[in-house]
């Protein structure tokens, strides 16, 4: 695909102005809640109890055909696309907010959300308020109805067409789109980007995705396209070998940061900046010295690592880039549900880890930047995710853990939780039907000095956060 880029701040694409092909229909819903509740009617896979991870339930004939009928606007923008198991969200937002810092008019495409179904379409960091909402919803519901008599699009699917649609109608210069399950099979897997990422892989979805690190990576993998470059981070062996494949196969190339891309990493801390950490990457093109990596914990490190290396492989491909400004946008990221401090007397933290390699993360995290005496752990977790996996990292950084459920219908029961947590380690622990009874017996248990830690679960640290901060409006215009 040709590239058109800009060099200066306002200046816009010719190919990105155009808008979504109209559909002629009439006007289905007067007000945003109507139009919600319509959209929060399809079938969503991300709340169903049992789900099969095939061609049926994920179909792409489906989803291009519904992208056909609005136009086809996924391909009328530029785009980069992030697939992997864990540190997807982040990576894209600290790329997007590097490509807006350098004068680019960005959307970014994100799944799932922490408080607002709004905040996975963005552009320019600004939520699509109610009223685009409403007026794209009016434009999709013809083709949707008509694809619904044989063939109905599910919730991610029609969120996905909204997203390409946003992005068309707000002239953005390029788009960064994550994966939602997978990659081979995902809804978004219709764009040919200029550049993929694979952020780091680990057993997460096994019962749609399989049981072991190659038949995951092989999903992911299925998001690459014949000589689009790829970028990814060090990875199991299992895992290379395939991504590696795949690349020769897709007639890729594959750069790894750290071995093909010159990267390192640091912590360290300082009287202005507290504990941080800094990375330095280097490829022919670009060079990024002793950068502070905006988010907490060596993972962050390695996502921000990604993010850089993506953005200079948009630079080989006619993007101009400064480097200084990347570094400006990168200070400007912030993320919610990441290490995210929500209320200080008691200290509550909520973050997003929902899978045994991201609790160890955080756990690891936690213990190099936040000071603490004791810290108790509230966890609720999904059925569907390695709970075991999870259970068995949570023992070595928890001094005390309440288990609880969120509204998730794929929810494990805390007695079931607990049951397990007793059998893996032996400790004791106590037992929630509800987030507020939890924070209850947490917060009994704890001091000035302590450390409430909320996690496990998109869901669980979104019913928190609202909780908390309550009064996170969505933008109306």
Known sequence: ???????????????????????????????????????????????EKCLRYNVTTFNLVRMKKLLSL??????????????????????????????????????LYTSPHVVHLHERITVDSKMVSTSEMRDMLNRIYAPVERMSKTDAPTFFEIMTALAFMHFIDKSVDIAVIETGLGGRLDSTNVIKPQVVGITSLSIDHQHQLGLTIDSIAEEKAGIF???????????????????????????????????????????????EDGPHTRICLTTPTSKFEHVRVPLHGKHQAINCGLALAMLDKLKAVGYKIDNEKASVGLSEVFLAGRMEMIW???????????????????IHAIGQNIPYDSMVVIFGCNYDKDVR???????????????TRSNSVKAVPPDDLAEM?????????????????????????????????????????????????????????
């Open 1 to 47: 695909m040709a590239i058109e880029v800009r060099t200066t701040g306002k200046k816009r694409t010719k190919k990105s102005s155009s808008k979504v092909a109209s559909v002629k229909s009439k006007r289905a819903f007067r007000s945003y809640p109507q139009a919600i509740k319509y959209l929060y009617e399809r079938t969503d896979y991300e709340k």
């Open 344 to 362: 200080d007397d008691p200290r509550i933290m909520i973050d997003a880890a929902h899978n045994a390699a991201s609790i160890k993360a955080l």
């Open 225 to 271: 396209k014949r000589g689009v470059p790829v970028v990814t981070v060090e990875q199991e062996p299992a895992a290379m070998r395939v991504l590696k494949s795949r690349a020769v196969a897709a007639e890729a190339t594959l750069s790894v940061t750290g071995n093909d891309i010159d990267f390192s990493h640091r912590f360290e801390t300082s009287r």
């Open 389 to 403: 996996g999870m259970l068995e990292r949570l023992q070595y950084g928890a001094d005390k853990v309440v288990f």
């Open 421 to 477: 947590y007793t059998e893996i380690c032996g400790k004791m622990c106590q037992t929630a039907s509800s987030l507020g009874q939890a924070l209850q017996l947490a917060k009994s248990a704890v001091s000035k000095e302590d450390l409430i830690c909320i996690t496990g679960s998109f869901y669980l640290i979104g019913q928190a956060k609202m909780r908390f901060q309550p009064n996170q409006a969505i933008p109306s215009v």
């Open 70 to 107: 609005l136009g086809n606007p996924h391909s009328k923008i530029h785009t980069v696309h992030i697939a992997g198991t864990k540190g997807k969200g982040s990576t894209a937002t600290m790329l997007g907010k590097m490509l807006e810092a350098n004068g680019y008019r960005v959307g």
